[in-house]
């Protein structure tokens, strides 16, 4: 009699899940490349270049992840929308209300983030990249697009030193503590409070209307990859955005397998 094969070890159980990850990913990548196919042909040249340019291939996925997840949940959403003759990433038409997202996509090998840290390298969700858009592109875009609420996509999925906190550090300021002392000398307690660092605090950073923070990670309850994250809006914002439409904002994009097939 041939012995059953043990699948309840740990061992075998993270190989399995390895392997369900590394499918559910070429899944993943295939129904974003589906969805794109659908989209206007005239606008796939830069990403064309993109998936030949072996520097570019990542991010370009990326960018495509973000813009997938708006186009499944959101009919109007339109890949490289012109405003002032200036390509935005991707438009978004929610229930009426249209937004503007621009996708950056980090890259950091696993093996070079603790080099950065011990290199004491200043946190990247500050750097030239972002810098540049709002120096460069993002001053034109805005006011030609007449109110309209423009977003920042911060995907991290393969920026490994960059988390949740660096994010909320960029838009509302660097977290502080600063130590309460008594009267021998003593530390009994600390004060928290942010720097005068955030993103408003810099030229064009009141253009940004919010912060979107992205990450593709597998979901073990269904074997499925999911886009996760949070938005954070400026509140210092030259046009605001309410939390009603930043839940929607969530609803469509977050915690949801991209669908097999969509018909338009």
């Known amino acids: ?8 070890h740990p061992l075998i159980l993270l190989l399995d899940t390895k392997k369900s990850e590394g499918v559910a990913m070429l899944v993943y990548i295939d129904r974003t490349v589906e969805i794109l196919r659908k989209d206007d042909p005239s606008k796939l040249g830069r990403i064309r270049r993109g998936f030949k340019n072996p520097s570019e ?18 009919f109007g959403t339109e890949m490289q929308y012109n405003v002032a003759e200036r390509p935005v990433d991707c438009k978004v038409d929610i229930e009426g209300t249209k937004i503007l997202v621009e996708i950056i996509s980090f890259e950091l090998p696993a093996e070079l983030k603790y080099g950065m840290i011990m290199a004491d390298v200043p946190n990247r969700s500050r750097v030239r990249v972002i810098q540049d ?10 006011a030609a697009a007449n109110n309209v609420p423009i977003f920042l996509a911060l995907n991290t999925t393969r920026g490994m030193d960059i988390d949740d906190l660096d994010i909320k550090n960029l838009v509302y300021g ?11 000398g003593k530390i009994v307690g600390f004060d928290i409070s942010r720097a005068p660092d955030s993103i408003d605090q810099v030229a064009n950073g009141k253009l940004v209307s919010g912060i979107i923070h ?24 030259n046009t605001p955005v309410n939390d009603a439409l930043v839940e929607k904002m969530k609803k469509g994009i977050f915690n949801k397998p991209l669908p097999d097939n969509i018909s338009y």
């Open 1 to 8: 009699m041939i012995a059953k094969k043990d699948t309840s």
């Open 57 to 74: 291939f990542f991010p370009t996925v990326g960018e495509l992840i973000v813009y997938a997840h708006f186009k499944s949940s959101y």
């Open 133 to 142: 858009k709002l120096k460069k592109q993002i001053p034109a875009v805005v």
């Open 174 to 184: 660097t977290l502080q503590f600063t130590p309460r002392w008594d009267n021998s």
């Open 214 to 237: 992205c990450q593709v990670d597998f979901d073990v309850t269904d074997r499925q990859m999911k886009l996760q994250g949070d938005i954070y809006k400026n509140f210092a914002a």
